[in-house]
């Protein structure tokens, strides 16, 4: 099977970024803790800003305002249930019996069910949904996060996510479709569907006197944190 355009294009995005990460890493002088490539960081979060009011908000507005509510939910729930499967390898992985399990009962359930996901089913029925994603698996094993990294695009990474990207490309059942079309349609229509959920928290933040850049950090460590911990983190000075 020849691969999707979208792991040709994160092979190079992995690349590039871990090129720039080096140079970067030689060059910062007072690097923040956390943030050691902002500058660089900054720079490619402003093109992809720029990106996304050109191109992906105008879309995925007229992608709400066209299609009803009930509708967008039952794409939501038919990528989050492809999404399940390579949650489940990355449980299974990682060792995690009952997170595991719950994967695989979601996956069967919505799949059968949930008429190949569209029904969200599993919820219904009180089975717990453990998102996992090769980086995440990276960090169980004891692979340190490393530096925070904005992508060209994909949008705020650490190290160690950029490079399980790869494999999470590989796995994960959306983009190994074998129609061509196919398999290069979903992946924008997933982007568009998840960029319209977010519309109004977008316009809430463009209207407040915040740094959007520090912002949106803080708040993807807060969630990374979130999905380590099960939704359950320690506090922060309780941590190893």
Not at 123 to 132: K, V, Y
Request: glycine share 10%.
């Amino acid at each position: 099977m020849r691969p999707s355009k979208f792991g040709v294009i994160t092979r190079r995005i992995v690349g590039l970024t871990f090129l720039l990460v080096l140079q970067g890493c030689a060059t910062v002088a007072q690097p923040n803790v956390r943030d050691p490539l902002e500058s660089f960081n900054r720079t490619v979060f402003g093109f992809n800003e720029v990106v996304d009011k050109a191109v992906i908000k105008p879309v995925a507005t007229g992608y709400r305002a066209i299609t009803p509510n009930w509708l967008r939910k039952g794409v939501g729930n038919f990528f989050s249930n492809l999404e399940d499967v390579w949650s489940a390898v990355n449980n299974g992985l990682q060792g995690r019996g009952q997170e595991f399990s719950d994967s695989v009962g979601r996956v069967m359930v919505n799949s059968t069910i949930g008429l190949l996901g569209v029904l969200d089913v599993a919820s219904d029925l009180n089975i717990e949904r453990h998102t996992a994603d090769f980086g995440l698996t990276l960090g169980r094993w004891g692979v340190p996060a490393g530096p925070y990294v904005v992508l060209p695009l994909f949008g705020p990474r650490t190290l160690r996510e950029v490079a399980g990207m790869p494999i999470d490309a590989r796995g994960m059942p959306v983009y190994n479709i074998g129609d061509q079309e196919t398999r290069t349609l979903l992946p924008i229509v997933d982007v568009v569907d998840l960029r319209a959920k977010y519309l109004n928290a977008g316009d809430v933040l463009e209207g407040a006197a915040l740094d959007a850049y520090s912002f949106r950090r803080d708040a993807y460590f807060q969630r990374q944190r979130n999905i380590q911990y099960d939704g359950n983190p320690p506090e922060e000075d309780s941590e190893p």
